[in-house]
């Protein structure tokens, strides 16, 4: 069922939506986001590094138990299999990046680490980034530890269990949270929780993000939630997954764009 609704706003996206320039777009602050980090090709040193990690993963062939704390149940799967389906694709990745980068985002914080390489993307360019990812899964974690270990990623703290508990833990380490990546359980109650749970520790001028927007009914459901949100301005629609800012000197409007 899920898939046949994906297919159809997919179409409807790819009908509705703007290409990826910026062209009509108002708002020079906007426009130069646009240009600049979606639609941005060139890629940076650390790109690679990371991708290198991915292609381990997708050839790793050990059997873990898996825990979905999302639906209570509980799995052998072999890595590479989990790799295939939950890590970020490549080009979700780059932009994560880029939107940290461009904006300059250094407190962030990640639902749902899978094998770390979303969370890489993330601190992988500074340092000085302080980058908290919550996974429920022990065994996933203690991959993607492996993860940030190989590639020299000492920036990252990972915290275990189940999201709707350890959330708190990572609101009490941050003092203002400037990037959100909610790629957790993909459900309406549990999206909307998280975003609502996260909301008072936003800076001015955070970004958050939403994975998957039109997995199904719920994910549609819970970003329309988040569009609503009166503290969110303007947001960009780009099919995979939805971006929302909270700077306040934006209009509110929701630009869908091809990406």
């Not at 990826?20 to 690679?48: A, C, M, T, W």
């Not at 988040?226 to 000197?249: C, E, Q, R, W």
Request: glycine residues 4%.
């Amino acid at each position: 069922m899920n898939y046949f609704f994906r297919i159809y706003y997919f179409v409807i996206h790819f009908v509705t939506a703007r290409n990826s320039q910026g062209f009509g777009v108002h708002s020079p602050y906007l426009f130069d986001f646009i240009r600049y980090v979606i639609s941005e090709k060139n890629p940076f040193y650390i790109f690679s590094n990371i991708e290198k990690q991915r292609n381990k993963l997708l050839n790793d062939t050990t059997l873990i138990q898996k825990i979905d704390f999302g639906t209570g149940v509980s799995k052998q799967f072999r890595v590479c299999d989990i790799a295939a389906k939950s890590i970020c694709s490549p080009r979700k990745g780059q932009l994560l990046c880029r939107v940290v980068n461009y904006l300059k985002l250094s407190n962030i914080l990640e639902l749902g680490t899978s094998f770390g390489i979303s969370t890489a993307y993330l601190a992988s360019l500074s340092n000085t980034n302080n980058c908290i990812t919550l996974e429920g899964c022990k065994n996933t974690a203690d991959i993607a530890r492996r993860t940030f270990s190989e590639l020299n990623l000492q920036n990252i703290e990972i915290i275990t269990g189940n999201i709707d508990q350890t959330i708190h833990i990572a609101l009490s380490k941050l003092s203002t949270i400037d990037f959100v990546y909610i790629d957790a359980n993909h459900s309406f109650d549990a999206t909307l929780r998280y975003f609502q749970t996260i909301l008072p520790k936003l800076s001015e001028k955070a970004v958050v993000v939403v994975d998957d927007i039109y997995w199904s009914k719920d994910m549609k459901r819970a970003w329309s939630s988040v569009l609503m949100n009166p503290k969110v301005t303007s947001t960009f629609d780009l099919y995979h997954f939805g971006i929302a800012f909270l700077n306040p000197d934006l209009h509110a409007k929701n630009y869908k764009l091809r990406f």
